[in-house]
T-cell receptor
Framework: GEDVEQSLFLSVREGDSSVINCTYT??????LYWYKQEPGAGLQLLTY?????DMKQDQRLTVLLNKKDKHLSLRIADTQTGDSAIYFC???????????FGIGTKLQVIP | NAGVTQTPKFQVLKTGQSMTLQCAQD?????MYWYRQDPGMGLRLIYY???????DKGEVPNGYNVSRLNKREFSLRLESAAPSQTSVYFC???????????????FGPGTRLTVL
């Protein structure tokens, strides 16, 4: 199978770090993604990591990949109210040749 | 570039009515996708088109048909709408797997469909 699991909700205070976690099932995944969905809009790619990497940093975003545990996390440093959105984890399943999305984690940033 | 556009933005149908959701992209992408988004269910793939001239079923194709009209356009048809098809529908496009790379999907703004 090619399931992707993530928690439904996360609440943080403005200025704190946010960590959104995800587990996936396909060990042959080549790419793992984080998409962001703002209210009333479609998804937009936030960042991605190739499976031969353990970490990727892009400004306030840090992605950590633990292939042994099939665990992916997204850390947002200095979280701002504009970061309030739904964050989707997704994996590309080489065996199925398709992208599978998780159900999304709603991040609420409290001012 | 407009990216991915979808029409209509909102639609209310009665059970049994038919309609077509339109999607177009201006990025010269090979692959196009239709998803539905429901609370607690995340994003589920209905149909996709890996390249012009091909279409394949996704996770939840029942009750839907698609047409890849040309490279730019990919439409989704509900022949006889049911309340279970009340959802937000997203069209997306990407360069495609054969192009190599991480194949980012670009999403349209969505169509909010209610079936009474």
């Amino acid at each position: 199978g090619e399931d992707v699991e993530q928690s439904l909700f996360l609440s943080v205070r403005e200025g704190d770090s946010s960590v959104i976690n995800c587990t996936y099932t396909d060990s042959s995944s080549t790419y793992l993604y984080w998409y962001k969905q703002e209210p009333g809009a479609g998804l937009q790619l936030l960042t991605y990591i190739f499976s031969n990497m353990d970490m990727k940093q892009d400004q306030r975003l840090t992605v950590l990949l633990n292939k042994k545990d099939k665990h992916l996390s997204l850390r947002i440093a200095d979280t701002q109210t504009g970061d309030s959105a739904i964050y989707f984890c997704a994996q590309f399943s080489g065996g199925y040749q398709k992208v599978t999305f998780g159900i999304g984690t709603k991040l609420q940033v409290i001012p | 570039n407009a990216g991915v556009t979808q029409t209509p933005k909102f639609q209310v149908l009665k059970t049994g009515q038919s309609m077509t959701l339109q999607c177009a992209q201006d990025m010269n992408h090979n692959s196009m996708y239709w998803y539905r988004q429901d609370p607690g269910m995340g994003l589920r793939l209905i149909y996709y088109s890996a390249s012009e001239g091909t279409t394949d079923k996704g996770e939840v194709p029942n009750g839907y048909n698609v047409s890849r009209l040309n490279k730019r356009e990919f439409s989704l048809r509900l022949e006889s709408a049911a309340p279970s098809q009340t959802s937000v529908y997203f069209c997306a496009s990407s360069l495609g797997r054969t192009s190599g790379g991480q194949d980012e999907q670009f999403f349209g703004p969505g169509t909010r469909l209610t079936v009474l």
